[in-house]
């Protein structure tokens, strides 16, 4: 607390500052040590010269000896003194050495000289301040890297915690905990690969007529490729609708062709039945709830055979297999239902408008009913807000 001293109390700082002090401290006292380590050498001469006045100079080592207990009991002995003591005391004993080395040179023009014990005691009480600075040095140290660790440790939990929340939200982004209902989702199949696809758990029956209706996205060009397609041992083209290339849309029964009127790859929601029945092969094509086309002879007197198939997204060149990448389906699927009957055209208008939905007798859109392969997912929809907001 002295004003004319030259080093103040350390006011409190962080850890890095209080450390580069210290250093700074421990790095004087050596070249402190040094000088004096030189002025000893060159007097070794001359105290070998002296030794015969050293009788004159005990009364004065006495002395210096006694002051020099009361100041070296003064450092603090526990690591965890405070560091403002410290530096009071090494700046005593900077001072002291001072006054030690101006006592010497005047010693030296008298032609006295001081005794090696007392050069030796004080060289051996800065070293043990500075092995003491050392060590608060090192305890700083190792207490900054103790708040690294734990601050690290903290890190590590925090993005464990996110990447579990991520994680929990993909899943349920992806219907890993369920849908809204059972038919409030969709297939996407966002390449065009001979190896992502879904399938229907189930095989169609036998069948004279039948409506299939569905709600599909697709941008993809040219062709939208095989929404669907149904193979029978026998024959791989059942039921297909195709759109291959430059070509129109297709619909294939029993490897017969019919070219349907229908445009679907500007990339918006489009609801899509077809009707057909076995007498006189009749069929009809709706595109939004607007008939778009219509024909006859589409394999006439031919039974739907059961036991086969049923694919989303690839045309089956053998059932079940040997997929072309080139008539695979680019895009979204939903709502999928197969009815043994052909609907009224008020039914298909209203589930084309979303004000009624009715679920395929034969095949039913639901969850548990559909599986995909290959990098193929299934995701939460909301259709007719998804087609509102497409419109």
Partial sequence: MDTNCPVQPLPFQSASVREEELRNTVMQLRETILQQKETI???????????????????DSETFRKMNKDTMDDVPKDPNDSVDVLGKTMQSLKD????????QMRANISGASFPNELRNLLQRRLEDLENQLLMKVNELEEEKSQLYNETVAHRQRTDSTLNSLMNRISELEKGGGGFKSPENFKISLPLRTNYLFGQV???LPEM???TICMWLKSGSSPGIGTPFSYGVPGQANEIVLIEWGHNPIELLINDKVAQLPLSLSDGRWHHVCITWTTRDGLWEAYQDGQRLGSGEN????????AGGVL???QEQDVVGGRFDATQAFVGELSHFNVWDRILRSTDIIAMSNCSFYMSGNVVAWTDSNIEVFGGASKWPLELCEDRLFDN
């Fill in 311 to 313: 694919i989303l997204g």
């Fill in 298 to 305: 589409l394999a006439p007197w031919h039974p739907i055979k």
């Fill in 208 to 210: 004279y007529a039948f």
């Fill in 41 to 59: 050498i060159n007097q070794l001469e001359t105290i070998k010269e002296l030794t015969s006045k050293l009788s004159r100079c005990e009364s």
């Fill in 201 to 203: 758990k189930k095989s």
């Fill in 96 to 103: 002291r050495l001072e006054n030690l080395e101006q006592q």
